[in-house]
Nanobody, 123 residues
Framework: VQLQASGGGLVQAGDSLRLSCAAS????????MGWFRQVAGKEREFVAA????????YYADSVRGRFTISRDSAKTTMYLQMNSLKPEDTAVYYC?????????????????WGQGTLVTVSS
């Protein structure tokens, strides 16, 4: 399984950014896919998750209404559309896959991880 995250960058508060995660190596039917973020010195934090087959989405309270998780119709790429970005959204963002579709928000429950992509939001 390979997960390749991209799309990070430096933006100003209030701007938008879209992260992508290319998934390959197997079919992900029945998987839960998610985005986490981490700031240096802090634990990895759940951001959003999506059931790969059904497309049901789940969000952390801190991003609900601003971020949207989705996947393409070919089910090979996951996205995180981030709107109304705030300085506190600054972090390294990781995509992850869990081989069981039951929704969890703990990073320890995810089996596969992509490399991180840095998002920096200036005030």
């Amino acid at each position: 399984v390979q997960l390749q995250a991209s799309g990070g960058g430096l933006v100003q508060a209030g701007d938008s950014l879209r992260l992508s995660c290319a998934a390959s190596g197997r079919t992900f039917s029945g998987y839960l896919m998610g985005w986490f973020r981490q700031v240096a010195g802090k634990e990895r934090e759940f951001v959003a998750a999506i059931t790969w087959s059904g497309g049901s989405a789940y969000y952390a309270d801190s991003v609900r209404g601003r971020f949207t998780i989705s996947r393409d119709s070919a089910k090979t790429t996951m996205y995180l559309q981030m709107n109304s970005l705030k300085p506190e959204d600054t972090a390294v963002y990781y995509c992850a896959a869990r081989s069981v579709v039951a929704v969890v928000r703990s990073s320890g429950a995810f089996d596969f991880w992509g490399q991180g992509t840095l998002v920096t939001v200036s005030s």
